[in-house]
């Protein structure tokens, strides 16, 4: 299958300014756990955000000896700068010409940096959407939704995430019988006519319990689900899930969609404990803040849950409807006390 993203040697290039923007997204079946050449040890599901997003420009010098320069928020990030001359020299069979000149690249993120946001998901996104633009150039233009796809194959290649960022809505990565097209490869939209109306209008909103650095990357998280002991069985249960949350998202059965998002949460995080050496990434007050969640449900009976990324911040998710003031009001009193520096990122799924 990677042959078709192979490309075409005959081009000509020339220096050229491209400018893209991608979203993060926040998965809600989780994908933990890969193989050789960023290939997902289970399938996993997505909503894409609307607001939290990379900008990028890249320039490109033609004829110059190959290169990278990178600044992040006007700042020069050499660690970045390496990390992406490693990822251009891995995809050059796929964008021949790649190597051909010099790159100064340009990034500024619309969300504070280690915020529990996938950045390396948009960013690697805004990166592969440039250089599409830039192969479209170089090499001759090809249809839409096969450079949104390819876009997505060389996101993944950056950071496997990333490759559910170049679509809106709920968006899946990883082969699955139960999403038509699913490919290890690539993200494919979920289709829009299988979503019930009831999850396509919904906040999620970022308390930063730590603003930090992780104790723990996910890059090495990910290395040791190979000695995890309940791997196996992880990854056959995201497949189980896939197959629950299908009729789940077909039906609008709320209450279904809130009680498998939040164990799919509490079960990434239990693989981490569960690791060798074994570790924690949430804080005291992820845990308070799970607490009162589920407390104020219990309570109230209105639709707040959450989920988690690698780390300690909790995404806040629920409908934007007539109680979602309700919910608004709770989160400014009971939960933002338990955030760092009263952080919050408010946010919406992109549609």
């Given at each position: 299958?990677?042959?078709?993203?192979?490309?075409?040697?005959?081009?000509?290039?020339?220096?050229?300014?491209?400018?893209?923007?991608?979203?993060?997204?926040?998965?809600?079946?989780?994908?933990?756990?890969?193989?050789e050449?960023?290939?997902p040890?289970?399938?996993?599901?997505?909503?894409?955000?609307?607001?939290c997003?990379?900008?990028?420009?890249?320039?490109?010098?033609?004829?110059?000896e190959?290169?990278?320069?990178?600044?992040?928020?006007?700042?020069?990030?050499?660690?970045?700068?390496?990390?992406?001359?490693?990822?251009?020299?891995?995809?050059?069979?796929?964008?021949?010409?790649?190597?051909?000149?010099?790159?100064?690249?340009?990034?500024?993120?619309?969300?504070?940096?280690?915020?529990?946001?996938?950045?390396?998901?948009?960013?690697?996104?805004?990166?592969a959407?440039?250089?599409?633009?830039?192969d479209?150039?170089?090499?001759?233009?090809?249809?839409?939704?096969?450079?949104?796809?390819?876009?997505?194959?060389?996101?993944?290649?950056?950071?496997?995430?990333?490759?559910?960022?170049?679509?809106?809505?709920?968006?899946?990565w990883?082969?699955?019988?139960?999403?038509?097209?699913?490919?290890?490869?690539?993200?494919v939209?979920?289709?829009?006519?299988?979503?019930?109306?009831?999850?396509?209008?919904?906040?999620?909103?970022?308390?930063?319990?730590?603003?930090?650095?992780?104790?723990?990357?996910?890059?090495?998280?990910?290395?040791?689900?190979?000695?995890?002991?309940?791997?196996?069985?992880?990854?056959?249960?995201?497949?189980?899930?896939?197959?629950?949350?299908?009729?789940?998202?077909?039906t609008?059965?709320?209450?279904?969609?809130i009680?498998l998002?939040?164990?799919?949460?509490?079960?990434?995080?239990?693989?981490?404990?569960?690791?060798?050496?074994?570790?924690?990434?949430?804080?005291?007050?992820?845990?308070?803040?799970?607490?009162?969640?589920?407390?104020?449900?219990?309570?109230?009976?209105?639709p707040?849950?959450?989920?988690?990324?690698?780390?300690?911040?909790?995404?806040?998710?629920?409908?934007?409807?007539?109680?979602?003031?309700?919910?608004k009001?709770?989160?400014?009193?009971?939960?933002?006390?338990?955030?760092?520096?009263?952080?919050?990122?408010?946010d919406?799924?992109?549609?």
């Open positions: 299958m990677e042959k078709e993203f192979l490309g075409n040697t005959n081009f000509n290039i020339s220096s050229q300014t491209v400018t893209e923007s991608c979203p993060s997204n926040i998965a809600l079946i989780k994908y933990w756990g890969k193989y050449n960023q290939i040890a289970n399938p996993s599901i997505s909503y894409t955000l609307n607001h997003r990379t900008n990028t420009t890249m320039e490109f010098s033609a004829g110059e190959f290169s990278v320069q990178t600044f992040l928020a006007g700042n020069e990030e050499q660690k970045f700068a390496e990390k992406i001359e490693k990822y251009f020299k891995n995809i050059e069979q796929y964008l021949p010409w790649i190597l051909k000149g010099k790159y100064v690249i340009r990034t500024e993120n619309t969300f504070p940096h280690s915020s529990g946001i996938a950045s390396s998901a948009s960013g690697f996104g805004a990166i959407k440039c250089l599409m633009q830039l479209a150039a170089f090499s001759g233009s090809i249809s839409e939704e096969v450079s949104l796809e390819k876009a997505s194959f060389l996101a993944r290649l950056g950071s496997g995430s990333a490759c559910r960022s170049l679509y809106n809505g709920l968006v899946v990883g082969n699955t019988k139960e999403v038509e097209g699913s490919s290890d490869l690539y993200a939209q979920y289709p829009n006519d299988e979503i019930h109306p009831v999850f396509k209008n919904f906040n999620d909103w970022v308390l930063l319990i730590h603003e930090g650095e992780k104790s723990v990357s996910s890059t090495v998280g990910h290395g040791l689900m190979k000695t995890n002991p309940y791997a196996e069985r992880r990854f056959q249960e995201a497949h189980e899930n896939f197959a629950t949350l299908k009729d789940i998202l077909k609008g059965d709320l209450e279904g969609f009680k998002t939040e164990h799919e949460a509490l079960t990434l995080h239990a693989l981490m404990m569960m690791s060798d050496p074994a570790f924690i990434l949430m804080k005291t007050g992820t845990l308070e803040v799970i607490n009162k969640i589920w407390e104020f449900r219990r309570i109230t009976g209105l707040l849950f959450f989920t988690l990324d690698a780390g300690a911040n909790v995404h806040l998710l629920f409908p934007n409807d007539i109680e979602s003031d309700k919910i009001i709770f989160i400014k009193q009971e939960l933002l006390p338990f955030t760092q520096n009263g952080g919050v990122v408010k919406e799924m992109r549609f």
